[in-house]
């Protein structure tokens, strides 16, 4: 049976997201700000229906999904584009797969202990963060 998620989770550290944000073609100026940005996470986890919102200083994120249904996401926030999502469980990871015009493009949640693991991937680029659950 798949963890649930629910928490609140705070930023503690991240690798690689200018390659990731280059992958995604965010321009210099806007990759400068997000790479200052500790943002948190907070997931909302009720049977499939699941919300994980990122929350920052500068703009906040909200994806609402069913797991397993495959929905029409609007990227224009990130990154002015929008994909065919589809987010399931593999083991204890949930997996989300955007189809668009980028490739390869997707996420990855799991947990070790407290803290939440997030791997970001856009063509051959992958940023990693993670996050410690607070409550």
């Known amino acids: ?3 649930n998620l629910t928490g609140y989770y705070r930023f503690v550290s991240q690798k690689n997201l200018e390659d990731y944000l280059q ?3 965010i321009n210099v100026a806007l990759r400068k ?4 940005l500790k943002p948190d996470k907070e997931i909302k986890h009720q049977g499939n229906h699941m919300v994980v ?4 200083t500068f703009r ?4 609402e999904f069913e797991v397993g249904v495959e929905f029409e996401e609007d990227l224009r926030i990130v990154d002015g584009r929008k994909c065919q999502t589809i987010v399931t469980w593999e083991e204890e990871q949930l997996v989300c797969v955007q189809k668009g015009e980028v490739p390869n493009r997707g996420w990855r949640h799991w947990m070790e202990g407290d803290m939440l ?4 991937t856009a063509k051959s680029a992958v940023c ?5 659950k607070v409550r």
Do not use: D, G, R, W
């Open 1 to 3: 049976m798949p963890p």
């Open 23 to 25: 992958a995604l073609n």
């Open 33 to 36: 700000i997000v790479l200052l």
């Open 53 to 56: 919102k990122t929350l920052s």
């Open 60 to 63: 906040n994120y909200v994806m």
């Open 117 to 120: 693991h997030l791997e970001l």
């Open 128 to 132: 990693k963060q993670v996050f410690k």
